[in-house]
DNA sequence: TCATTAACTGTCG
DNA sequence: CGACAGTTAATGA
């Protein structure tokens, strides 16, 4: 395992908000003040419901954000990658933590104190605007997803499913940037493991989608996103 | 190798 | 469309 912390300064990742306001003499301190973690694949970091522990950032890998409904069926709110913000409805008035975080690859993390992070924002009003944009933008996406869930068919929801893991990580060797299992995708589209197989297999039949085990890949995104278009929401969600 | 997890199929309410 | 039961395939201890 490696414990080393990762520096800001090599950081790659653009659109972290720390790592863009990196060059903010008063930002170095608090950056100082951060750790890393290491997380294995399927590592749960963010416990819900547990006291808040400040914020972490994504240095790299990729994460699923969770919530647990009554059922105690688990619904995947978002899915995080390389600079993406995680934990951060937790400060504020929140004690406690109402979404989980957990690994979906080897993933490591950067963590900010609760105190950090407040002084930070209160000493830098770069970092503050930067950070209350992307709230505004995250509050657009969870609106538009209240509407998919409720005008959406199950298919076009795992449709519109695999366009976000297309948009978010990208398509290599004719596959996601990233290996789900069905169930992810179910509890990420709001539907049954059983549900998402079968859809599966009818787009791979109709030749929308290509599978190979856990990889999904698709050659013609705009068939699918063709299948969603009356919804309009296919944007950026 | 055995045991556990995930993928898939069929059926029923 | 979701829930359940059951089979098969993949994974890993």
Not at 2 to 23: D, G, L
Not at 93 to 105: C, M, N, P, S, V
Not at 169 to 182: C, M, Y
């Amino acid at each position: 395992m490696n414990y080393e912390k990762t520096i800001c300064s090599v950081c790659r990742n653009a659109s972290c908000i720390i790592k863009r306001n990196v060059h903010l003499s008063q930002l170095s301190r608090y950056i100082d003040q951060k750790s890393t973690i290491n997380c294995k694949k399927g590592q749960t970091f963010i416990i819900e419901g547990a006291p808040v522990q400040g914020l972490y950032f994504v240095n790299k890998g990729a994460v699923k954000v969770t919530k647990t409904g009554l059922n105690g069926k688990e619904q995947i709110v978002r899915l995080a990658k390389d600079g993406e913000i995680i934990g951060h409805r937790g400060f504020g008035a929140g004690q406690f933590y109402h979404i989980g975080a957990t690994a979906l690859e080897n993933s490591s993390l950067c963590n900010f104190s609760l105190d950090s992070m407040n002084q930070m924002l209160l000493e830098i009003p770069k970092l503050t605007y930067d950070l209350m944009t992307f709230y505004a933008e995250e509050l657009s996406r969870s609106e538009t997803k209240v509407k998919k869930f409720a005008q959406m068919t199950v298919r076009e929801k795992v449709i519109d499913a695999l366009l976000y893991i297309f948009r978010k990580f990208g398509q290599k060797d004719d596959f996601f940037g990233i290996q789900l299992s069905r169930k992810d995708i179910a509890d990420f589209a709001g539907t049954t493991d059983e549900q998402v197989i079968r859809i599966l297999s009818s787009l791979k039949k109709e030749g929308l989608i290509q599978t190979s085990g856990k990889k999904i890949g698709t050659k013609n995104v705009n068939l699918l996103r063709k299948e969603i278009s009356e919804h309009n929401y296919f944007i950026d969600s």
